[in-house]
């Protein structure tokens, strides 16, 4: 088949490789019609490449027909229409019966002291092939496959698979509706659903933050008022003022920082980042534990503007072990802070019920690119550098 690979720092390929097979009695192999490009692929993009291998099977975000199913499968067949959410998990263990699919303890990769496997997402996470292929094999595919309804156009359900449950939880763990203002920092797809989903959940004032003038744009038409950070010159403080003159002096009582460890404004630790991409990958990878290694211009600024006694819900995905927060700030303004990967595979059942018979959250526009999946180098390369008005990237395989 052929799939989108990893070969080095910001290369990815398109190239022909072996066809996935039934391995374990509990896999489904699909076939995918539909796979989206996320801001984590970002990451492994550029960033991450110190936990890369030449050649791994990038994406997170397919939908598609199930094409086999191993001899335990029971809820899913073939030719059933299905989207696999991003996190792997079996569904039955403490952590998933919790909903808490990022722990479960089945897929968990002990061997680096970490949550659930992950598709497509370093060595870190499993080392499991990705999504951005004509053909994927599904672990648990029983849980892990979700059935949707055929007629509409894939992308009333692709979002399942990452951006809906991922803007979803960091939605819910803003705790809105409780919290009537809330500032979303970072407009890409996450930022942008998640102002979305807040709005339908009952937040009354939205803001949102970004510097991208079509992504701000985008937010401000669906009624979000838009700040362009680039007007702060890296001034946090200034930043939270111009927040605050919105909500009559107050600080939002909810941020949800949707940016991550390549937040513009971190200057020094991007030339860190930068410098390990081009080392050797053990010591790279030590680098990672020891010294300050995300861009936390964006964490920082959440923490500098979010209101007294607010809630923090951080989504955008963090590395660095090492990083300076200021816990000082976040113990005197009395903080609460939630965090962590989306357990996408459990909200699907909240979520696809308003998809059914609506294009809710307009999903079937929300992508601004489709292309083949051949031409990924491309789309990889306009989404990083936010070329073409790239915002969200649907390949078709
Ligand atoms: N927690 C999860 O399960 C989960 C799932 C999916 C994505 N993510 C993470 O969410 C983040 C966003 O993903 P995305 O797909 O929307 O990607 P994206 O890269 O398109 O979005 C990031 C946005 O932040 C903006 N930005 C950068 N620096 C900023 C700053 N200082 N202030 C304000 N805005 C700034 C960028 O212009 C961009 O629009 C990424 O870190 C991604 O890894 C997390
Ligand atoms: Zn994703
Ligand atoms: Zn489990």
């Not at 720092?9 to 072996?18: F, H």
């Not at 890409?188 to 659903?193: E, F, H, K, S, Y």
């Not at 803001?207 to 890296?234: M, T, Y």
Request: net charge negative; aromatic share 6%.
């Amino acid at each position: 088949m052929r799939a989108v690979t990893w070969q080095s720092k910001r290369k990815v390929s398109v190239e022909t490789v072996p066809d996935p097979v039934i391995e374990e009695p509990t896999d489904a192999i699909i076939k995918i019609t539909s796979t989206a490009i996320c801001g984590s692929d970002l990451h492994l993009y550029e960033v991450m490449t110190p936990f890369m291998e030449k050649g791994d099977i990038m994406g997170h975000e397919p939908m598609g027909i199930v094409q086999e199913v191993g001899s335990a499968v029971k809820n899913v067949k073939v030719g059933d229409r299905v989207v696999i959410p991003f996190n792997i998990a079996c569904g039955q263990c403490m952590m998933c019966r919790k909903g808490l699919t990022t722990q479960c303890e089945v897929t968990q990769v002990k061997e680096h002291n970490r949550g659930a496997a992950l598709f497509g997402y370093t060595k870190l996470y499993g080392h499991i092939p990705g999504g951005q292929a004509e053909y994927l094999r599904v672990p648990h595919a029983d849980f892990m496959a979700k059935k949707v309804p055929v007629g509409p156009p894939d992308e009333r359900f692709l979002y399942l698979s990452d951006v809906l449950p991922t803007a979803w939880q960091a939605v819910k763990y803003a705790n809105i509706p409780k919290n009537k203002t809330v500032v979303v920092i970072g407009l890409g797809p996450i930022g942008d659903m998640a102002s979305r989903i807040a709005q339908h959940l009952g937040a009354e004032i939205i803001i949102g933050i970004d510097l991208v003038p079509e992504r701000l744009a985008r937010a401000a038409a669906h009624g979000v008022i838009p700040i362009d950070v680039r007007e702060f010159e890296g001034d946090q403080q200034a930043l939270a003022e111009a927040v605050r003159s919105h909500l009559g002096g107050r600080g939002p009582e909810a941020v949800i920082e949707a940016v991550g460890m390549e937040a513009h404004g971190s200057p020094n630790v991007k030339a860190i980042q930068q410098m390990t991409t081009l080392m050797p990958d053990p010591i790279a990878q030590k680098l990672f534990t020891t010294v300050g290694m995300d861009r936390l211009f964006a964490l920082h600024s959440a923490i500098e503007m979010v209101g007294r006694g607010g809630t923090l819900s951080l989504v955008g995905v963090y590395a660095g072990q090492a990083d300076p927060i200021s816990l000082d700030a976040l113990f005197d303004k009395q903080i609460q802070v939630r965090m962590g990967q989306a357990n996408a595979p459990f909200w699907t059942k909240e979520i696809l019920p308003l998809l059914i018979d609506d294009n809710m959250f307009d999903v079937d526009n929300f992508a601004t690119h489709r292309l083949s999946l051949e031409e990924a180098p491309h789309a990889y390369e306009i989404f990083q550098k936010k070329e073409d008005e790239a915002i969200k990237i649907v390949l078709k395989p």
